[in-house]
DNA sequence: ACCTGAACACCGTTCAAGT
DNA sequence: ACCTGAACACCGTTCAAGT
C-alpha cells in the first residue's frame, strides 16, 4: 500500500538495507547453524541466506571465516566461565563447590558439544586473538583461584595450583571431548557418574584404600 | 630409445600405468601431507599429485575422503597400542609400567600431533568402520587390561575396571588433546612433568597428605 | 581392471558497482 | 557507510572415455 508523499516514514529507522544490528544476528545465526549441522555444515553463504543478506554482506563486520568463528569461540568461553564460577559459588566455595564446578563443566559441553568444539579446535588454538585469549584466560582463571582458595582451607595439597589446574582442567576436558564425540557410553548419565567418579578419584586417588 | 620388437619389456611388472602398490603409496603420501600441512592441508588432489597420478585415481583404492582418513585413523590407533603394550610391558607389568604406559600415550600424540587429530576427529567419531572401530577398542583394551592386572595384584583399588579405563583414557587424552593444541606451557618437558604429576596425582589424589 | 580428463556443484574471498 | 552480484581459484565427486 502507498504511503502519502512527505508523510514520516513508518520502516525501522535509519538501516537502508536491513537492521543495524547486522553483526549480532551474523553471530547468532552462525551459532544457530554450527548447533544444527556442525562446524563442517557452516557456510558463509548460509549465514547470509539465513539473516536475509548477501553471501558477503558478512565481510562488512568479520574480516573472514576465522574472525566470525573466533567470536563464536570468545562468547562460548564467557558462558563457560560464567557457569563455572556460578556452580562454585552456589555450592558454596567449597569440596562441595569444587565439584559442581566440574560437573558444571563437563554439562556446558554436553548441553553445547558443537560450541565446544569451536572453542577447543586446533584452527582456532593458535591464532592470535586478544579476546580470544583473555576470555579463555578468565575461564582457566575461576578454576585456579577455586584451588587456590581451597587450598588457604587445607581442602587441596599445595602443591602449585596452575598444576594442579592444568591436571584437573585436563581431566574434564578429556571427559567432555569423548563424551561428546560419543566415545564413552553413550547414557548422558552414565557421563555425570563417571564425571562425579572421576571428582572422588581426583581427590583420594586409585591406590587401594589399604595403601 | 626405442626396444627391438618383441624383446621382453624391462618395464616394471604387470602394472600398465603406475606401481600395483598404490593403495600404500596413497596412504604414506596422505599421512605425510598430514602430518607436514595438518588435515585442513589434505586434498585428494594433492595426495594424487604427490604420488604422480591423477586427481580421481584415489577413487578405485578408497570410497571417498572420509574412507582415506578413516585408514589413516586406523593405522594410528594399531600403532598407539603397540606402543602401549611395549611400554607397558617394558616398565614390568606394574606401577612403573602403567605410568611408562601414560607417558608414553601423551608422547605418540607429541610426536604425532596431526595423526592424533586425525584419529580423534569428529567427523570421524560417529561413521561405522569396523576396522577402525575394532582398532580403536584395542587401544582402549591395552589400558583395561594393564589396570585389571595391577587390581589383580592390588595395585589398584577395585572399582570397576572399565570406569577406572574411562577416567585414565579421558586423563591422558585431555593432556595430549591441550598439549597438542598449544594451550599448555609449550615446553615438551612441561608437558611431560605435568604427566607424571597428573599420574601420580590419580593414585595419591589431591586431598592434603593429612587428610 | 585401472587410470585420465572434463565437468558439476559448492566453497571462501575479492572487487567494482550500487544506494 | 553498508550492501550486492559477478567473478576467481579451489575443492570433492561423478562419469564417459581411454588402454
Redesign the interface.
Known sequence: MARAAGSRPLRKPRNRYHHGSLEQALLTAALHIIQQH?V?GLTLRGVGKAVGVSQTALYRHFADKSALLRRVATEGFRKLRIGLIGAWEKGGRGRAGFEAMGEAYVRFALENPSHY?VM?S??L??VDDPELTHEGAGAFQALVDAIAEQQSH??????PPL??A??I???????A??A??????PQANEVAA?TR??ID?????????SR
Chains 1, 2 share one sequence.
Open positions: 556442525g563442517d568444539r577447543f586446533a584452527a588454538a593458535t587445607g581442602l587441596v595439597r599445595p602443591d598444576q594442579l592444568h591436571f582442567w585436563a581431566l574434564v576436558h578429556g571427559i571431548m569423548l561428546i564425540d560419543g566415545r564413552l557410553p563417571l567418579f572421576a578419584r581426583i581427590r583420594t586417588g586409585v591406590a587401594p584404600a
